[in-house]
């Protein structure tokens, strides 16, 4: 299956198979697992994942766990191909969920300043532009 880059200023609630949704404003990605058991992936962007297009086909990195279905797939988006990776073991996947809601706590607990949040904005705003030019 070859994945698409799409744009969208609100994530769809139904999502089609081969296309990664981003939403740059809100630093949400989602796409349909690349197994084809139809489980919906959603990606922090840029938190946990980074997302980009070249001529319509979409990277994502790092690598998609999908720990909280039972495919347990894992793998990286290249240019819209998918590279297959090992799957996670349950006990691998419990510990890559509980890093990830900490780091979320502990991003969530500091209070960033006024700078870092305009600087921010700034590059999202650069983001939003940039991606008009890729299509």
Same mark, same amino acid.
């Given at each position: 299956m070859i994945?698409?880059?799409?744009?969208?200023?609100?994530?769809?609630?139904?999502?089609?198979?081969?296309?990664?949704y981003h939403n740059e404003e809100f630093?949400?990605?989602?796409?349909?697992?690349?197994?084809?058991?139809g489980h919906r992936v959603t990606l922090l962007v840029p938190d946990s994942h980074q997302i980009t297009s070249d001529h319509g086909l979409v990277t994502i990195r790092p690598s998609i766990a999908v720990c909280d279905a039972a495919c347990k797939s894992h793998y990286f988006?290249?240019?819209?191909h998918v590279e297959w990776l090992p799957a996670f073991t349950q006990?691998? +996947?419990?510990? #890559?969920? $509980?890093?990830?809601? +900490?780091?979320? #706590?502990? $991003?969530?607990?500091?209070?960033?300043?006024w700078?870092?949040?305009?600087?921010?904005?700034?590059v999202r705003a650069l983001n939003r532009v940039m991606s008009l030019f890729r299509l």
């Open positions: 994945f698409y880059y799409q744009a969208v200023e609100r994530i769809p609630d139904k999502l089609s198979n081969g296309i990664a630093g949400l990605a989602a796409l349909l697992c690349a197994c084809g058991c988006i290249s240019a819209g006990m691998q +996947a419990a510990a #890559v969920m $509980r890093n990830q809601i +900490a780091r979320h #706590v502990s $991003r969530d607990l500091r209070r960033r300043s700078i870092d949040r305009a600087w921010e904005g700034t």
